[in-house]
Nanobody, 122 residues
Framework: EVRLVESGGGLAQAGGSLTLSCAAS????????IGWFRQGPGKAREGVSC????????YYASSVKGRFTISVDNAKNSVYLQMTSLKSEDTAVYYC???????????????WGQGTQVTVSS
């Protein structure tokens, strides 16, 4: 059974930091990319960042580049999203997902976590 479990969400002040974790199991971890997505109130789900596990290549949305850092620990089958300089517009439910490569069509992504809430107060 494929499982993706996010943790680390919560409440932060604007300018603050949070680190999200995504623990994966049930599939060959290094054959996939792991991405972080978010869905804010009344907004569509959007890609935030992605890492290809076997190469370490990364992708960031322009809205988070320079503020968020994605990393992988292949020994722990886990991916992390370090979020700094948080803004109120970063408030959203954050999801991790597993798929064949970064820039994969959203509608075809096979595996999703349950999401973790991030709230940034201004």
């Amino acid at each position: 059974e494929v499982r993706l479990v996010e943790s680390g969400g919560g409440l932060a002040q604007a300018g603050g930091s949070l680190t999200l974790s995504c623990a994966a199991s049930g599939f060959t971890f290094d054959e996939y990319a792991i991405g972080w997505f978010r869905q804010g109130p009344g907004k569509a789900r959007e890609g935030v960042s992605c890492i290809r596990n076997n190469t370490g290549s990364t992708y960031y949305a322009s809205s988070v580049k320079g503020r968020f850092t994605i990393s992988v620990d292949n020994a722990k089958n886990s991916v992390y999203l370090q979020m700094t300089s948080l803004k109120s517009e970063d408030t959203a439910v954050y999801y991790c997902a597993a798929y064949p490569r970064c820039n994969y069509p959203l509608s075809l992504i096979p595996y999703w976590g349950q999401g973790t809430q991030v709230t940034v107060s201004s």
